[in-house]
């Protein structure tokens, strides 16, 4: 199946500072990307979803400026997460797809925020 | 979307067959049925992908009734490693529409 990597894998910060996860498809160039946020126990929620070129779409309950998102390649997709806070602290994943293809998914990046 | 129910949770042991059964009565005429493996702190990993009828990959089968409004994920012979949380998601897989995770099925493969 396509690779998708992302970056970091974890990352601890400050709270108030901001952090930006980047997510990349290694062999196949993704028309759509896609942001899901999981806390413990708990199943993936979508957050947003990302198509290169233009402006992210967010899923009800998500703020958009504090989850920044920019798609500004095939390969690239980036999540900033502004002025985090504790509760942000979660296990971020993406995922990317070719318009003939399934979602393939991102090993994740998990974010403590102290 | 529609929305799918799954069990919450499973066991079995080692070398049994293990059948995980979703039911998607909602199903559109456009949507693919697709499963997905979870292990913790890693990003599911796609498993197997099917429309009507039977899928067999290296890994699962996959039946889907005439009416589509479920499937079953056939594992066979599970080890310990298959252990994860097993979602069911249903979608337009190839045009570019989001998928929904439910609750999954946690799979607990016992020696």
């Known amino acids: 199946g396509a690779v998708v990597s992302q970056h970091p894998s974890r990352v601890i910060c400050k709270s108030g500072t901001s952090v930006k996860i980047e997510c990349r498809s290694l062999?196949?160039?993704?028309?759509?990307m896609f942001w899901y946020r999981q806390f413990p126990k708990q199943s993936l929620m979508l957050m947003a979803t990302?198509?290169?070129?233009?402006?992210?779409?967010?899923e009800q309950g998500v703020e958009k400026d504090k989850f920044l998102i920019n798609h500004a390649s095939l390969t690239l997709s980036t999540l900033t997460v502004t002025s985090a806070h504790p509760e942000d602290s979660s296990f971020y994943i993406c995922?990317?797809?070719?318009?003939?293809?399934?979602?393939?998914f991102g090993p994740g990046t998990r974010l403590l925020v102290l | 979307l529609a929305k799918t129910t799954q069990p919450i949770s499973m066991d079995s042991y080692e070398g049994q067959e293990v059948n995980i059964t979703c039911s998607h009565n909602?199903?559109?005429?456009?949507?693919?049925i697709t499963w997905y493996q979870q292990f913790p702190s890693q990003g599911p990993r796609f498993i197997i992908q099917?429309?009507?009828t039977k899928v067999t990959n290296e890994v699962a089968s996959l039946f889907i009734p005439a009416d589509r409004k479920s499937s079953t994920l056939s594992l066979p012979r599970v080890s310990l490693s298959d252990t994860a949380v097993y979602y069911c998601?249903?979608?337009?897989?190839?045009?570019?529409?989001?998928?929904?995770f439910g609750t999954g099925t946690r799979l607990q493969v016992f020696p």
């Open positions: 909602n199903i559109a005429t456009n949507d693919y």
């Open positions: 998601l249903v979608g337009d897989a190839y045009n570019t529409d989001k998928l929904i």
């Open positions: 990302s198509n290169e070129g233009s402006k992210a779409t967010y």
């Open positions: 995922s990317a797809k070719t318009s003939q293809e399934t979602q393939y």
């Open positions: 099917g429309y009507k």
């Open positions: 062999d196949f160039q993704a028309t759509t």
